[in-house]
């Protein structure tokens, strides 16, 4: 066995411990692998073991590993685009991925719609909120949130499917699951309204069980998987 599955095998342990330990529905749960900065090999030792949801953060090194994915055959993996986006690489973004994690303002969200090609169906996508109350950090405000959310409801090649959230980085569970249960509870105020929301994307390598101790629905994990990543070739997202 190489080093990645290896790595999703005790993943997955890990998840099906906290699914009984938190009497989740293991179902309702998906892995989503992040695969920034790494080859198109990796991706596909992940694949071979069955994964089939993939996140990438940065639009030109993504839309050439997907474009070489697909000449390849691998059509039944979903991608997801988690990074910051400048208006710049909403083109890019609409064409390539299935879903857009990190919408978070109304100018994108714009563009995305104008740009996402005829023939396709609506590109699936979930807000970012800032959860963390760090300034630097890119998200919606909650207090942004309706205007955005109605925004993109009226939008004909959108599909908002939920919410997704990064945690400060931090030791401290306890801050890390009062900002989880925040965007929970948005979530559930939205789906008392939206009842077809069924993405809460929230949980990363360090804080994956406290994100499925507090409901998440999608843990986006890269590091666990794939080892940490090199930087060589860093482009503005
Ligand atoms: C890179 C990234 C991840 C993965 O983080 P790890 O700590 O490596 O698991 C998750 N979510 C977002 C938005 C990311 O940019």
Redesign the pocket.
């Known amino acids: 066995m190489g080093q990645i599955s290896d790595n999703l095998f005790h993943i997955h342990q890990d998840l099906d411990l906290c699914f009984d330990k938190y009497q989740r529905d293991p179902t309702s749960i998906t892995l989503l692998c992040?695969s920034?900065t790494k080859p198109i090999a990796s991706i596909l030792e992940a694949y071979q073991t069955g994964e089939r949801h993939f996140?990438e953060?940065y639009a030109h090194e993504a839309d050439s590993k997907i474009k070489e994915l697909k000449e390849a055959g691998y059509n039944d993996i979903v991608w997801h685009f988690?990074?910051p986006i400048q208006s710049n690489k909403t083109k890019i973004i609409a064409t390539y991925f299935d879903i857009v994690e990190?919408l978070d303002r109304i100018k994108i969200a714009e563009r995305l719609d104008a740009q996402r090609p005829a023939g396709l169906k609506p590109l699936d996508v979930l807000v970012q909120v800032n959860i963390s109350e760090e300034d630097q950090k890119s998200g919606c405000s909650f207090e942004d949130l309706p205007a955005l959310i109605a925004f993109i409801q009226q939008k004909e090649h959108l599909n908002l499917r939920g919410l997704m959230g990064?945690a400060k980085e931090t030791d401290n569970s306890e801050e890390i699951e009062n900002s989880f249960m925040a965007l929970k509870n948005e979530f559930d105020n939205y789906r008392k309204q939206y009842p077809h929301f069924d993405i809460l994307s929230m949980g990363?390598?360090?804080d994956m069980e406290s994100a499925i101790k507090c409901g998440s629905t999608e843990v986006?994990?890269?590091?666990?998987i794939f080892g940490p990543?090199e930087y060589k070739h860093k482009e503005n997202a």
Do not use: L, N, Y
């Open positions: 992040v920034k996140g953060s988690i990074g990190s990064i990363m390598t360090h986006r994990i890269g590091t666990a990543r």
